[in-house]
């Protein structure tokens, strides 16, 4: 049977808006020593906004660029392409469609083919494409994506997000837990330092594809550590899914993430993870 204190807590984790899905699991959170955490709609809010657009050829205005992604994104569950589809006026949609996460959607409309995502997945579909052009907009800070029609590059996208404000708070509790916290993300360099200096995380890992994230808590593990993965995203599931316990952004994240998680939170509440925690804690106390 399961111990009290087990069915107890997992009362008390869900009080604070936190699923978890067994007595074993909720227990597995008390031996963390490390937690690492994605960037884009988990340390931030996800809700991405356009700082710039930039066209680099002269067949494709800005408002081209714009509206050409929002059809390739039309479909997307990542931040990025929710906010280029909310800045673009338009409803239509692309009519095939890949994901390929970390990198980009490829989609065909009206005949023409259409790719979205970072410099080095346009090229790896042979766009011949300058990709020092967005070091001016990732300097500041920004996520860059670049627009290619036909294989050709039509634009650049710069769009910029918010850190959650319970985020630096929350990790200043993990470390005085004595719980090291270290930033995956996909996203550039830049953009990664920037997040990190704001919430003071003690790791940074950026232009992680999905399996490089998981590589790095595989090295965490090998060390030792016993690691704690929050994400949201497709690109965080493999991560998730090795990570000694596994914490999902219920409203925001996709179904994936979900899946591949421990905890859900229900409401995205980042301030709630050093108390899962410690009520772990608390709990192999009880039991041992
Ligand atoms: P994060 O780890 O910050 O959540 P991802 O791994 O999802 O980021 O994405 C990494 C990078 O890949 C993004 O910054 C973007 O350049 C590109 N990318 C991923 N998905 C998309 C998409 N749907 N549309 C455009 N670009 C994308
Ligand atoms: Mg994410």
């Known amino acids: 049977a399961t111990p009290t204190a087990v069915v107890a807590g997992i009362g008390n984790a869900a009080k604070y808006g936190m699923i978890v899905k067994s007595g074993e699991a909720l227990q597995r959170f008390g031996t963390i020593d490390t937690v690492a955490l994605d960037k884009t709609g988990t340390l931030t809010y996800g809700e991405l906004s356009i700082t710039e657009i930039k066209s680099l050829d002269p067949k494709w205005a800005k408002a081209d660029i714009l509206k050409l992604a929002a059809i390739a994104e039309a479909r997307s ?14 409803k239509e949609q692309a009519s095939e469609y890949t994901v390929t996460p970390g990198k980009g959607i490829e989609a065909m409309y009206n005949g023409r083919h259409l790719l979205v995502g970072k410099g080095s997945f346009l ?6 494409l300058d990709e020092s ?4 907009f990732q300097a500041r800070g920004a996520t860059v994506v670049f627009l290619a029609v036909d294989e050709q590059a039509a634009g650049l996208i710069a769009l910029s997000d918010t850190v959650r404000q319970s985020a630096a708070p929350m990790i200043q509790k993990l470390h005085r837990m004595k719980v090291e916290t270290v930033l995956l993300t996909g996203d550039n360099p830049a953009a990664a330092q920037t997040i990190a200096d704001q919430v003071n995380v003690s790791a940074v890992h950026s232009e992680l594809l999905p399996e490089d994230k998981q590589k790095i808590i595989h090295q965490y593990q090998e060390q030792d550590h016993k690691v704690c993965m929050i994400g949201d995203g497709i690109n965080d599931a493999v991560a998730l899914r090795t990570a000694d316990a596994a914490i999902a952004m219920g409203g925001i994240g996709s179904d994936v993430a979900i899946e591949s998680s421990d905890v859900v939170l229900v409401q995205d509440d980042i301030s709630r993870i050093p108390y899962l925690i410690d009520l772990s804690r608390k709990v192999l106390q009880k039991i041992r």
């Open 77 to 90: 569950e990542h931040p990025i392409g929710q906010a280029i589809c909310a800045a673009a006026d338009t």
């Open 123 to 128: 090229k790896e579909h042979a766009v011949d």
């Open 133 to 136: 052009l967005k070091n001016e």
